[in-house]
Nanobody
Framework: QVQLAESGGGLVQAGGSLRLSCAAT????????MAWFRQSPGKEREFVAA????????HYTDSVKGRFTIARDKAKTTGYLQMNSLRPEDTAVYYC???????????????????WGQGTQVTVSS
Protein backbone atom coordinates (compact mmCIF):
# COMPACT_ATOMS: atom_id res chain seq x y z
CA GLN A 1 0.00 0.00 0.00
CA VAL A 2 1.24 3.48 -0.88
CA GLN A 3 0.39 6.56 1.12
CA LEU A 4 1.00 10.16 0.17
CA ALA A 5 1.48 12.60 3.02
CA GLU A 6 1.29 16.33 2.33
CA SER A 7 2.62 19.08 4.51
CA GLY A 8 3.41 22.77 4.30
CA GLY A 9 0.05 24.45 3.94
CA GLY A 10 -0.99 27.43 6.00
CA LEU A 11 -2.08 31.05 6.04
CA VAL A 12 -0.05 33.63 4.14
CA GLN A 13 -0.58 37.18 2.95
CA ALA A 14 -0.91 37.97 -0.72
CA GLY A 15 2.51 38.13 -2.31
CA GLY A 16 3.94 35.62 0.12
CA SER A 17 5.31 32.13 -0.40
CA LEU A 18 4.69 28.60 0.78
CA ARG A 19 6.30 25.26 -0.03
CA LEU A 20 4.21 22.11 -0.03
CA SER A 21 5.73 18.66 0.32
CA CYS A 22 4.34 15.27 -0.62
CA ALA A 23 6.12 12.20 0.72
CA ALA A 24 5.33 8.74 -0.59
CA THR A 25 5.51 6.02 2.04
CA UNK A 26 4.58 2.37 2.28
CA UNK A 27 5.75 -0.25 -0.15
CA UNK A 28 8.58 0.52 -2.53
CA UNK A 29 7.07 2.90 -5.02
CA UNK A 30 8.50 4.74 -7.98
CA UNK A 31 6.02 7.15 -9.51
CA UNK A 32 5.89 7.77 -13.19
CA UNK A 33 4.55 11.21 -12.38
CA MET A 34 3.49 13.26 -9.39
CA ALA A 35 1.05 16.13 -9.55
CA TRP A 36 -0.68 18.77 -7.50
CA PHE A 37 -4.36 19.57 -7.76
CA ARG A 38 -6.43 22.05 -5.79
CA GLN A 39 -10.06 22.53 -4.90
CA SER A 40 -11.77 25.55 -3.42
CA PRO A 41 -15.34 25.61 -2.05
CA GLY A 42 -17.96 25.40 -4.75
CA LYS A 43 -15.44 24.70 -7.49
CA GLU A 44 -14.26 21.57 -9.23
CA ARG A 45 -10.87 20.09 -8.58
CA GLU A 46 -8.26 21.85 -10.71
CA PHE A 47 -4.93 20.66 -12.06
CA VAL A 48 -2.04 22.82 -10.86
CA ALA A 49 1.24 21.18 -11.86
CA ALA A 50 2.87 17.83 -12.61
CA UNK A 51 6.36 16.44 -12.93
CA UNK A 52 7.56 13.36 -14.75
CA UNK A 53 9.59 11.46 -12.19
CA UNK A 54 12.35 10.13 -14.41
CA UNK A 55 13.28 13.09 -16.60
CA UNK A 56 11.90 15.90 -14.48
CA UNK A 57 9.79 17.46 -17.21
CA UNK A 58 7.20 19.78 -15.75
CA HIS A 59 3.71 20.92 -16.67
CA TYR A 60 1.70 23.82 -15.25
CA THR A 61 -1.72 25.31 -15.54
CA ASP A 62 -1.52 28.77 -17.04
CA SER A 63 -2.59 30.64 -13.91
CA VAL A 64 0.46 29.49 -11.92
CA LYS A 65 3.17 29.65 -14.58
CA GLY A 66 6.05 31.81 -13.44
CA ARG A 67 4.87 31.72 -9.81
CA PHE A 68 4.82 28.02 -8.85
CA THR A 69 7.59 25.47 -9.28
CA ILE A 70 7.16 21.72 -8.99
CA ALA A 71 10.16 19.57 -8.12
CA ARG A 72 10.98 16.11 -6.84
CA ASP A 73 13.63 14.36 -4.78
CA LYS A 74 14.00 10.87 -6.15
CA ALA A 75 15.98 9.57 -3.18
CA LYS A 76 13.26 10.61 -0.77
CA THR A 77 10.34 9.83 -3.10
CA THR A 78 9.06 13.27 -2.23
CA GLY A 79 7.57 15.97 -4.39
CA TYR A 80 7.43 19.67 -3.74
CA LEU A 81 5.39 22.64 -4.86
CA GLN A 82 7.08 25.99 -4.29
CA MET A 83 4.44 28.70 -4.46
CA ASN A 84 5.55 32.32 -4.79
CA SER A 85 3.64 35.55 -5.37
CA LEU A 86 0.55 33.95 -3.90
CA ARG A 87 -2.82 35.50 -4.63
CA PRO A 88 -6.15 35.22 -2.80
CA GLU A 89 -7.48 33.17 -5.71
CA ASP A 90 -4.85 30.52 -4.92
CA THR A 91 -6.75 29.73 -1.71
CA ALA A 92 -7.77 26.07 -1.80
CA VAL A 93 -7.12 22.63 -0.43
CA TYR A 94 -4.09 21.31 -2.28
CA TYR A 95 -3.78 17.60 -3.00
CA CYS A 96 -0.84 15.67 -4.30
CA UNK A 97 -1.37 12.69 -6.55
CA UNK A 98 0.92 10.07 -8.01
CA UNK A 99 0.74 7.20 -10.41
CA UNK A 100 3.15 4.60 -11.70
CA UNK A 101 1.71 4.20 -15.20
CA UNK A 102 0.29 7.58 -16.23
CA UNK A 103 1.23 9.07 -19.58
CA UNK A 104 1.92 12.69 -20.43
CA UNK A 105 -1.36 13.26 -22.24
CA UNK A 106 -3.27 12.21 -19.11
CA UNK A 107 -1.42 14.27 -16.52
CA UNK A 108 -4.07 16.97 -16.14
CA UNK A 109 -6.95 14.58 -15.41
CA UNK A 110 -7.15 13.57 -11.77
CA UNK A 111 -9.05 10.39 -12.63
CA UNK A 112 -5.82 8.94 -14.01
CA UNK A 113 -4.00 8.92 -10.67
CA UNK A 114 -4.14 5.93 -8.34
CA UNK A 115 -2.76 7.56 -5.21
CA TRP A 116 -3.83 10.72 -3.42
CA GLY A 117 -2.83 12.60 -0.33
CA GLN A 118 -5.26 13.83 2.29
CA GLY A 119 -4.96 17.48 1.27
CA THR A 120 -3.47 20.54 2.90
CA GLN A 121 -5.19 23.91 3.25
CA VAL A 122 -3.60 26.98 1.69
CA THR A 123 -5.21 30.30 2.56
CA VAL A 124 -4.01 33.56 1.03
CA SER A 125 -5.31 36.73 2.63
CA SER A 126 -5.63 40.00 0.73
Amino acid sequence: QVQLAESGGGLVQAGGSLRLSCAATGRTFTPRAMAWFRQSPGKEREFVAAIMWSGGHTHYTDSVKGRFTIARDKAKTTGYLQMNSLRPEDTAVYYCAADSRIIVSSLRNGENYDYWGQGTQVTVSS
